[in-house]
């Protein structure tokens, strides 16, 4: 397969980037002076997907709810056993994890990567499900959506993102409900397996220390080619409204944790532009060096432990939000909102946009030092059709009136406040 080589005059960095016969698009980062390599093989198919329509079929076809997250468990058994139980033979650290709109599969390693990628690429193309598995499986994530009912941090989300979206799907439980899993047969693994581990959905990504000619060697003795099967994802229509402005559940907390934040109108398409000029506006707004940020915690309505901002996006959502534990959790969202509102009014100062770019692009910078982190962002960028050094330079080039626009599209009509309150 050809290779293109993904250059960085600003960092000097570079990685490979191709697309194998079989489908499957393919990333290397080499880091020579690394001593790990981080392995991800990952799906462009998460918890928001329950409605989808195949390009070889004429209409769209909904399936229960956590159906990626039951498949992400169910694809490390095999006939032959635990996808766990052979990497523990190599002495690769493995992983799996369920998203909104991605599963991946990874591996870290020092020793025995190509042994470890074989691994990788076999269990992942080679579904196995039964009746009897399948039973099985419905009694574990039953259990886990019990205890996910309990967290804190997880309801005080779930329930902020029920209180701001009126029908996507991202306002439901990732590993779904009681009443869907109940729902789940092999012959709906089996479909949407088929469906989106297509390797023509799918991607690659290594980064660290790896011979390029070998892993390539490891490929094409490994992947399956795929029929050339594209999907398409179906969402109903979201209003611009929110649902409800505040909304409040207890549970065993010794403090109350929030989580307040803005609906944003979903673009058609992220670029690399708004993702760099959302990040330097959080910083602006909320970091340990931001008016903000000194008001909330002088005050006590917040720790420095547990706050936290984030720009939260995709396929037809999008919210800026702040969280973490507060004693009064409706005065910190008033605090939030009166500083947005000033800065609105008074525009940003050109002297906290300066350092609110400089830190983020030298924590960006920084980042490549990190295959963990390299895979991932590689990975997440390639699955929205952006591209890391793309966005690097976005940061870079970034001006204050693009962080301007915004700050100014954040709207108090649009804002959510979600509370879990000690019983």
Known sequence: MELQKIESARTGDFYYKGSHPSGLDIYLYPKENGSSTRAMFGTKYGSIDSCFQRSDEPEPETVPEGI??????????SEDGDAFARYAETGANANAF???????????????????????????QSPYFTEETVAKEQGIIGQEIKMYEDLPG??????YLQAMYHKHPVRDDAAGTIESIARITPEYLYRCYHTFYNLNNMALVLAGKFDVDKVLEVCDEMLKPSPPVSVKRVFPDEPDIIVKPVIEQKLSVAMPVFQFGYKGSAMNKTTEKDLAAMGALLNILASDASVMFRRLLDRGLINEASFSRDYFEGSGYATVMFGGESRDPKAAASIIQEEVSRLQREGIPEEDFRWAKRSLYGESVSALNHAAGIASWIMDLSFKGLELFTYIDALAELTLPQVQEKLDSLRDDRSVLSVIRPI
């Open 98 to 124: 369920t998203g909104f709109e991605s599963t991946c599969y990874v591996f870290s390693c020092t020793d025995r990567l190509y042994d470890s990628l074989r691994i990788l690429l076999d269990f992942v």
């Open 68 to 77: 990626a997250h039951y498949l992400e468990h169910k694809l490390f058994e």
């Open 154 to 159: 997880w309801r005080v989300f779930f329930n």
